[in-house]
């Protein structure tokens, strides 16, 4: 029997079981369910972003007015000046974005878990308080959240399981192996091409919903490199489990025995060696509350407000050299009034130092997890899918840095400004608008 026929003979056997339909379209409604809520998600971020430059646009205009109308500031808040450094360096309204990708629609993430925007300052940190913890994917499963990746994860192999579980048991136990082996002198083509139809219903399912998904938010169009490489994994990662399972299939004999193994095998790769993993990342890598970064953070800064004015500005000039020799610098009394508002690097200088161990601990986290994949395949792939869609770790780390480096840059710039004893004009406002660049 040639291939052709063997696929067709396969496709009436499959439109005659509803079971097998059954597992496919419920597939197919929690594909589309995840497909919707990754470009509800990627719309609703986008849209909160737009909403937010518009906002800070607005602002900016309003103290771009005071300038046009020789006012230093808002009639309600005398104490703002927005001529001096300080306030019009802080009326900046700058903000950190992390747009998201439209290939979010494939894979969530991270992305409700971490902040995607955030208003910078010159008092800032990249672990304020609004800035989320990390959490998993199947930890967000209980809160209601499913997403395409996990559909392709851990329902795609639940559906090709359903499909071919019994391929070659049935003959077997209703006596008519013998049968196709007389009949078929290459016997494992045989069940090899039955196997095949089976993979190329499940691939076709994916590809429709992958299409489907990517006109959603425009992702072919976007980001076409990420969308194909999304693409591919999801194929390899659909041939990882064929292969496991045309293997049970080819040698199993019974139906029982064979649902029982693909199933096991299932468990296996899917919760127990994941949770395995989870479980020792747990023991040699206890959950950090931050508690203590915010100890450190608070120690260091107690003893910093401790020392006399003298020991401050000799920690200041050798933090940022070029204060020393400003106007400012040479007239105690101007320099010790400033001292108060120049604290701003030295306490940047104390949070950066503490977040170090916690930054060093998460990246020996995820060096531990990648350690794992050669025989955790789920978080490999996991890790892959959010790394097309941008919400893995390494993306909302580089974010981290983003912001660190605009709270650098406005505290630089403060200083410089400060100790040169500078009166804000509009068109400097102007300037700093466009030096922190504010719209990242």
């Known amino acids: 029997m040639s291939g052709v026929k063997i696929f067709l003979f396969e496709w009436k056997h499959f439109v005659k079981n509803p079971f097998k339909i059954v597992a496919v379209l419920l597939f197919v409604i929690a594909g589309l369910y995840g497909l919707h809520n990754g470009a509800s998600l990627f719309q609703e971020q986008q849209g909160e972003i737009n909403d937010i430059q518009a906002k800070a646009d607005q602002a900016r205009a309003e103290i771009i007015a005071y300038y046009d109308a020789g006012k230093k500031g808002p009639q309600e808040r005398p104490w703002v000046d927005v001529t001096n450094p ?6 900046t309204s700058v903000y950190a974005f992390k747009s998201p990708s439209p290939a979010m629609v494939y894979s969530i993430g991270q992305a409700e878990q971490f902040g995607y925007y955030k208003r910078v300052s010159f008092r800032s940190s990249p672990y304020d308080s609004d800035m989320a913890e990390e959490i998993a994917n199947p930890e967000r499963l209980q ?7 996990f559909v392709l994860l851990y329902l795609l192999p639940v559906v090709l399981l359903v499909l071919t579980y019994n391929l ?7 006596g008519f192996w013998s049968l196709v082996v007389v009949q078929h002198t290459s016997h494992y083509n045989w069940l090899l091409s039955r196997f095949a139809f089976y993979v190329l219903v499940t691939s076709s ?5 992958f299409i489907y998904g990517g006109f959603l938010t425009g992702v072919f169009s976007l980001v076409p490199d990420a969308a194909m490489k999304f693409f591919g994994m999801s194929m390899l990662y659909l041939m990882l489990w064929a292969s496991v ?5 080819a040698k199993g004999r019974r139906i029982l025995s064979n649902s029982l193994l693909m199933i096991g095998v299932y468990l296996l790769l899917c919760f127990i060696v994941p949770g395995a993993v989870h ?3 747990s023991v040699e890598k206890p959950r ?15 003893a910093l407000y401790e020392k006399s004015s003298e020991e401050l500005s000799s920690a200041l000039y050798r933090q940022f050299p070029s204060l020393a020799t400003t106007p400012v610098a040479k007239d105690s009394v101007k320099s010790k009034r400033l001292l108060r508002r120049a604290l701003v690097g030295l306490t940047n200088e104390v949070m950066k130092e503490s977040m170090q161990p916690f930054e060093r601990e998460s990246e020996e986290k995820n060096q531990l997890i990648a350690s794992s994949f050669w025989y955790n395949p789920v978080g490999f792939f996991q890790n892959s899918f959010n790394e097309q869609s941008k919400t893995h770790y390494v993306n909302y780390k580089a974010y981290r840095e983003t912001i660190q480096s605009a709270i650098d840059l406005q505290i630089k710039v403060l200083l410089k400004e400060l100790y040169n004893d500078v009166e804000v004009t509009k068109k400097q406002y102007q300037d700093y608008l466009k030096q922190f660049n504010h719209d990242s």
């Open 168 to 174: 070659k048991s049935y003959e077997s136990e209703q």
């Open 205 to 209: 399912v994916v590809l429709l919903l």
């Open 143 to 149: 809160a209601g959240t499913l997403d395409f990746a």
């Open 86 to 91: 300080y306030w019009a360096i802080w009326y």
């Open 279 to 281: 479980q020792q990342l």
């Open 288 to 302: 950090n509350l931050m508690t203590d970064y915010i100890d450190a953070t608070r120690d260091k800064k107690s």
């Open 245 to 249: 399972f045309f293997v049970i299939v």
